[in-house]
């Protein structure tokens, strides 16, 4: 499984951006795909999930200015990021877990860069 992110930027604080990532492979089942963020000295953490069954949570720092969806016949999840803050900034990163076994891939990061 490979996992290809993309649509990563500079923006100014309130602007948007969208992120993509497509998994290649065949099409996942009871899987979640989940968008993480890491900032420079932080840990990385999760931004937003969605299950293969359309089942989706927010961390509560983007909760209303995010939104996170999934295209299964496609393998890929975007997410729609508005109202963006300096503080969004960091290399975000696509991730798919099959939710039977637990096995986890991760995409390459891209980065995310706010202004104010």
């Known amino acids: 499984v490979q996992l290809q992110a993309f649509g990563g930027g500079l923006v100014q604080a309130g602007g948007s951006l969208r992120l993509s990532c497509a998994a290649s492979?065949?099409?996942?089942?009871?899987?979640?795909m989940r968008w993480f963020r890491q900032a420079p000295g932080k840990q990385r953490d999760l931004v937003a999930g969605?299950?293969?069954?359309?089942?989706?949570n927010y961390s509560d720092s983007v909760k209303g200015r995010f939104t996170i969806s999934r295209d299964n016949a496609n393998n890929a999840v975007s997410l729609q990021m508005n109202s963006l803050k300096p503080e969004d900034t960091a290399v975000y990163y696509c991730?798919?877990?099959?939710?039977?076994?637990?096995?986890?891939?991760w995409g390459q990061g891209t980065l995310v860069t706010v202004s104010s």
């Open positions: 969605i299950t293969s069954g359309g089942s989706i």
């Open positions: 492979g065949r099409t996942f089942a009871r899987s979640a």
């Open positions: 991730n798919l877990q099959f939710l039977v076994t637990g096995l986890t891939y």
